[in-house]
């Protein structure tokens, strides 16, 4: 098949060099132009894992919106970001209609990947005047590991009211494992199929997350809580690892946008899981002024950036919001590091810490030291071989080995475990 893409982000380019693998032949349409360059150049302008020259070369990268008129199927891959009011922004979307609508024509199908509200599919079909039909295709792909993802997913979801709709997208996944499950319905249904889950992942996180205070309270390990329950199949073991709060560019957003679409039916649960996700993250910050206060430390070392690990995305970091909060607290010396994410956080601390060269620098006579992200890099860290003049941890993703860093002599606070004390 012919397949144009329109948008070269976090989503359109793991999409893009999938289906270039399926053996489609596969234009990616985006308007930046130093992201255009870059492309051509064989360079990637993210990172995420298995995006190489390799796979970006069988892509023909281009700005020219006329490249549709002669393609099998467009796909549409652009952000819609929050609107203030927690709404989605669906400029990018409509905006790509106007230009492409010109070149549609019988014969071709329009697909929405981008997460976008009920009855938007409906609205673009209006957009572009009925040209082709338009499909309702969500993604389920996570930064980080979306090309494994793309190869390896549970489902793909289908929305449209053209019978045809199922056939063509069946041959775009011609590729997918025998395990991957297709379900197809109308276009309102897989705009929600596609909220809901990630509201669904997001209470799910948010409960562990709470699951971790009451553990810290009462002397219980949120690990082995969220195992237990996690075996039990109804519930599923995935999403249960109790954190610093959600974050990134698609669960805040999204949680936000499914309550301003449901105005009328209640979902007081995605209520407060927005609310008080908000409020965990300062309430960590609080947290860990309040370590700071009690073991008298002003020079604080974080580690993380990215909103999770094996991205260099900030967008909604929790570790940018938490950083910020904390150095609302004069006179800290705060040094910061991240494998990837240390460029995309220059906006946000530039000026404001010491931007370290890798894990021992960061951590290099500062006297606490604080993990934001969970990065497996951060796992292998040698701890006896830290430089801290105080030795205490507060690890906010449960990544750090408890009693390693005890026998190393560190105190170590970890999320939903407590406080444990170092072997003098
Ligand atoms: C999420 C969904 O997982 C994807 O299925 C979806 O396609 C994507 O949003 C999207 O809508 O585009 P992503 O934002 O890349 O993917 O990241 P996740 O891996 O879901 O993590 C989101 C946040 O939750 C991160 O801050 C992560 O650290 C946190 N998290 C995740 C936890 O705190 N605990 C967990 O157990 C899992």
Same mark, same amino acid.
Request: overall charge negative; glycine content about 8%; hydrophobic content about 35%.
């Given at each position: 098949?012919?397949?144009?893409?329109?948008?070269?982000?976090?989503?359109?380019?793991?999409?893009?060099?999938?289906?270039?693998?399926?053996?489609?032949?596969?234009?990616?349409?985006?308007?930046?132009?130093?992201?255009?360059?870059?492309?051509?150049?064989?360079?990637?302008?993210?990172?995420?894992?298995?995006?190489?020259?390799?796979?970006?070369?069988?892509?023909?990268?281009?700005?020219?919106?006329?490249?549709?008129?002669?393609?099998?199927?467009?796909?549409?891959?652009?952000?819609?970001?929050?609107?203030?009011?927690?709404?989605?922004?669906?400029? #990018?979307?409509?905006?790509?209609?106007?230009?492409?609508?010109?070149?549609?024509?019988?014969?071709?199908?329009?697909?929405?990947?981008?997460?976008?509200?009920?009855?938007?599919?409906?609205?673009?079909? #209006?957009?572009?005047?009925?040209?082709?039909?338009?499909?309702?295709?969500?993604?389920?792909?996570?930064?980080?590991?979306?090309?494994?993802?793309?190869?390896?997913?549970?489902?793909?979801?289908?929305?449209?009211?053209?019978?045809?709709?199922?056939?063509?997208?069946?041959?775009?996944?011609?590729?997918?494992?025998?395990?991957?499950?297709?379900?197809?319905?109308?276009?309102?249904?897989?705009?929600?199929?596609?909220?809901?889950?990630?509201?669904?992942?997001?209470?799910?996180?948010?409960?562990?997350?709470?699951?971790?205070?009451?553990?810290?309270?009462?002397?219980?390990?949120?690990?082995?809580?969220?195992?237990?329950?996690?075996?039990?199949?109804?519930?599923?073991?995935?999403?249960?690892?109790?954190?610093?709060?959600?974050?990134?560019?698609?669960?805040?957003?999204?949680?936000?946008?499914?309550?301003?679409?449901?105005?009328?039916?209640?979902?007081?649960?995605?209520?407060?899981?927005?609310?008080?996700?908000?409020?965990?993250?300062?309430?960590?910050?609080?947290?860990?002024?309040?370590?700071?206060?009690?073991?008298?430390?002003?020079?604080?070392?974080?580690?993380?950036?990215?909103?999770?690990?094996?991205?260099?995305?900030?967008?909604?970091?929790?570790?940018?919001?938490?950083?910020?909060?904390?150095?609302?607290?004069?006179?800290?010396?705060?040094?910061?590091?991240?494998?990837?994410?240390?460029?995309?956080?220059?906006?946000?601390?530039?000026?404001?810490?010491?931007?370290?060269?890798?894990?021992?620098?960061?951590?290099?006579?500062?006297?606490?030291?604080?993990?934001?992200?969970?990065?497996?890099?951060?796992?292998?860290?040698?701890?006896?071989?830290?430089?801290?003049?105080?030795?205490?941890?507060?690890?906010?993703?449960?990544?750090?080995?408890?009693?390693?860093?005890?026998?190393?002599?560190?105190?170590?606070?970890?999320?939903?475990?407590?406080?444990?004390?170092?072997?003098?």
């Amino acid at each position: 098949m012919k397949v144009c893409i329109v948008g070269a982000g976090y989503v359109g380019l793991p999409t893009g060099v999938c289906l270039s693998k399926y053996g489609h032949s596969v234009t990616i349409l985006e308007n930046n132009p130093q992201k255009l360059e870059m492309l051509k150049a064989g360079d990637c302008p993210i990172y995420e894992d298995g995006l190489d020259a390799d796979g970006l070369k069988c892509i023909e990268f281009t700005d020219d919106y006329g490249t549709v008129y002669d393609k099998d199927i467009v796909i549409l891959a652009v952000g819609t970001p929050s609107k203030l009011d927690g709404s989605a922004d669906l400029s #990018q979307i409509f905006g790509v209609c106007d230009k492409i609508k010109s070149y549609l024509h019988k014969g071709q199908y329009l697909a929405i990947k981008s997460t976008v509200p009920v009855g938007t599919n409906r609205r673009v079909a #209006q957009a572009i005047d009925n040209r082709c039909p338009v499909i309702s295709l969500p993604e389920f792909l996570r930064e980080g590991t979306a090309i494994s993802d793309f190869l390896n997913q549970d489902r793909i979801v289908v929305g449209c009211d053209d019978s045809s709709a199922g056939d063509v997208i069946d041959k775009l996944y011609c590729g997918r494992n025998d395990t991957t499950e297709m379900v197809v319905t109308n276009p309102e249904s897989a705009e929600l199929i596609k909220y809901a889950s990630n509201a669904f992942l997001a209470t799910k996180i948010h409960f562990a997350n709470e699951l971790a205070d009451l553990c810290e309270q009462v002397g219980a390990s949120v690990k082995s809580v969220t195992t237990g329950m996690g075996l039990d199949k109804r519930i599923g073991k995935h999403f249960l690892n109790a954190g610093c709060g959600y974050g990134g560019s698609c669960f805040p957003k999204d949680t936000r946008a499914l309550l301003k679409i449901s105005d009328k039916a209640s979902l007081s649960i995605v209520k407060t899981v927005v609310e008080q996700n908000v409020k965990r993250q300062l309430k960590i910050g609080d947290r860990i002024k309040d370590f700071a206060k009690r073991a008298n430390v002003t020079k604080i070392a974080f580690w993380g950036l990215a909103f999770k690990g094996n991205t260099d995305d900030v967008r909604e970091s929790p570790a940018l919001e938490i950083i910020d909060w904390v150095m609302k607290d004069l006179g800290l010396q705060i040094s910061v590091y991240d494998p990837k994410a240390m460029k995309n956080s220059e906006p946000a601390l530039s000026g404001r810490v010491r931007y370290a060269t890798d894990e021992y620098d960061c951590a290099d006579g500062a006297e606490m030291l604080v993990v934001l992200t969970e990065w497996d890099d951060f796992k292998k860290v040698d701890l006896s071989k830290l430089n801290m003049t105080k030795k205490l941890i507060i690890d906010y993703r449960g990544i750090i080995d408890r009693d390693n860093a005890v026998s190393c002599g560190y105190d170590i606070f970890t999320v939903g475990e407590g406080l444990k004390k170092g072997k003098q």
